[in-house]
T-cell receptor, first 111, second 114 residues
């Protein structure tokens, strides 16, 4: 079992719709969770971090964490073509100083 | 402007050759990291350093070496022992030495084998 799992996609959504990206993790001791966005050929950039159960909203982005079910999700409201990218879920397992990344989900927002 | 500079952008390695990827940051960050990204895979940690003159192996350190002689610099050497070096290499830093802080990434180096 991979430590951090994501559906590779592509996930296609129409412009203006809500995109829902999911991530599951295996280490129950994980404390910190992150979503990075990576455009093709570019480096990742942090868009959301979440540390406690529940929802965290930042503009059009909402991160959701459920530690009991070991999943974290990212919702993007009013999706725009500029949101088309690969979204990487990253988890800090066991509170150490390493991040474990998922393989990423490719999102395509279509006009 | 503050940031992380990686060079070169593209690098080609001949069989049996060692090559060094440069990573310099002017963010005054304590921690620096090297990740490798293969197509269809997530980032995998090669080495990281939380303070000068100290570094730790990541998940895939075999065939790689690093040094941290200055706070600003964290070069990565891909040795001839790394048999499958073709990948996109990313350097990152964080301010206080913990990954719970935001990671700032460089623009990456694409390494290919001739």
């Amino acid at each position: 079992q991979k430590e951090v799992e994501q559906n590779s996609g592509p996930l296609s959504v129409p412009e203006g719709a809500i995109a829902s990206l999911n991530c599951t993790y295996s280490d129950r001791g994980s404390q910190s969770f992150f979503w990075y966005r990576q455009y093709s050929g570019k480096s990742p950039e942090l868009i959301m971090s979440i540390y406690s159960n529940g929802d965290k909203e930042d503009g059009r982005f909402t991160a959701q964490l459920n530690k009991a079910s070991q999943y974290v999700s990212l919702l993007i409201r009013d999706s725009q073509p500029s949101d088309s990218a690969t979204y990487l879920c990253a988890v800090n397992p066991g509170g150490g100083n390493k991040l474990t990344f998922g393989t990423g989900t490719q999102l395509k927002v279509e006009l | 402007d503050g940031g992380i500079t990686q060079s070169p952008k593209y690098l080609f390695r001949k069989e049996g050759q060692n090559v060094t990827l440069s990573c310099e940051q002017n963010l005054n960050h304590d921690a620096m990291y090297w990740y490798r990204q293969d197509p269809g895979q997530g980032l995998r940690l090669i080495y990281y350093s939380q303070i000068v003159n100290d570094f730790q192996k990541g998940d895939i350190a075999e065939g790689y070496s690093v040094s941290r002689e200055k706070k600003e610099s964290f070069p990565l050497t891909v040795t001839s022992a790394q048999k499958n070096p073709t990948a996109f290499y990313l350097c990152a830093s964080s301010s206080t030495g913990t990954v719970n802080e935001k990671l700032f990434f460089g623009s990456g180096t694409q390494l290919s084998v001739l």
